[in-house]
C-alpha cells in the first residue's frame, strides 16, 4: 500500500479510552494512535485531533492542509460544535476525503452529510462478525478474499437508517442473525465518504490486518484527485467571449 503524498487527520473523540479501564487497556494511548501508526507505515502523512482540544483540534488551518479525515466518536458526539461540524462539511464538498468508522454513524456530522437520522439496531454480546466483499471489484476491497471475520464484534442490524450509498463495498452477518450494510460510499460535492462499521472500543478490532488494510485501502480511495485540492473561483462577473 503506497499512501505517499496523502495528509490524512484522524479525530478520535478519546474518552472512553480515558474513562474505562478495559478500553484503556488495548489503547493505552487511544485508538487514534493506533491509526495513525498503522497509516504512517504506508507513507501517509498523518495528524491526529480530539474532542478536548480547542476547536476540537479541527482548525481552519489543519483542514485546509488535510486531504482525508477519520472520525470516531461514541460518548460525546452532542459535544462537537456545530461551527466545527460546518466548518468540516465545507471542506469535504470543496474535495475533501472522509472515512467514518464504526459509532461515527450517530455523529453530528456523520448525520449531516446523510441527511438522515444515522439510527440502526444494535447488540453489544460480543459475537463473531462475517464480513462479506459484496463489490470485490472496487479498490476499497483490494486484497481482500470474500469475506474475512472479526470473532468479537458489537452487532449492528438492518434497517439503517442512511442516504442511499454510491456503493455497498461490505455486507455483515453476525451470529444472532443480523445483516448490515457494514461498507458504504457517498459523494457530497467533490468529497468522497466511506462509512466503515467495524471498531467497537471494547475489542481489539483495529489492529486486525483486514480491518487495517480496509482503511488504508478506503483513505488512498476518498483522497481528492490533484484538481479537488486547488480552491475555485464560483464567481465569473466577466464573460469569456465578447458579447455584443
Known amino acids: 500500500m503506497n499512501l505517499q503524498g496523502i495528509r490524512v487527520t484522524i479525530w478520535n473523540e478519546f474518552r472512553h479510552e480515558k474513562q474505562n479501564e478495559a478500553v484503556r487497556e ?15 507505515a504506508q507513507g501517509a502523512t498523518v495528524s491526529t485531533a480530539t474532542l478536548d482540544e480547542p476547536e476540537h483540534g479541527l482548525t481552519q488551518k489543519v483542514l485546509d ?19 466545527i461540524v460546518t ?5 469535504v464538498w470543496q474535495g475533501m476525503g472522509l472515512v467514518v468508522l464504526h459509532s461515527g454513524h450517530f ?3 456523520f448525520k449531516r452529510m446523510m441527511g438522515t437520522s444515522g439510527e440502526l439496531k444494535w447488540r453489544d454480546i460480543g459475537e463473531k462478525e462475517r464480513i462479506w466483499v459484496a463489490d470485490p471489484g472496487h479498490p476499497i ?4 478474499d470474500d469475506y474475512f471475520e472479526i470473532p468479537m464484534a458489537e452487532m ?38 466511506f462509512y466503515f462499521r467495524p471498531g467497537h472500543e471494547t475489542f481489539p478490532i483495529f489492529y486486525q490486518p483486514e480491518v487495517q ?14 484538481g479537488a485540492r486547488i480552491p ?13
Open 213 to 226: 488494510l480496509v482503511i488504508q485501502n478506503g483513505v488512498k480511495w476518498v483522497a481528492p484527485v490533484e
Open 141 to 144: 476491497a483490494s486484497g481482500l
Open 87 to 91: 466548518r468540516v462539511q465545507n471542506r
Open 232 to 244: 475555485v473561483e464560483m464567481n465569473r462577473p466577466e464573460p469569456l467571449e465578447k458579447l455584443p
Open 156 to 193: 449492528y442490524g438492518e434497517p439503517f437508517e442512511i442516504a442511499q450509498p454510491d456503493s455497498v463495498i461490505f455486507i455483515s452477518w453476525f451470529a444472532g442473525g443480523e445483516v448490515f450494510r457494514s461498507g458504504c460510499t457517498f459523494t457530497r460535492g467533490r468529497g468522497k465518504i
Open 26 to 40: 488495548i489503547y493505552p494511548d487511544g485508538m487514534h494512535t493506533v491509526l495513525k501508526e498503522m497509516l504512517a
Open 107 to 109: 455523529s453530528k456530522l
Open 65 to 83: 492542509n488535510t486531504d482525508v479525515l477519520t472520525w470516531w466518536g461514541h460518548l460525546a458526539h452532542d459535544e462537537v460544535s456545530d461551527e
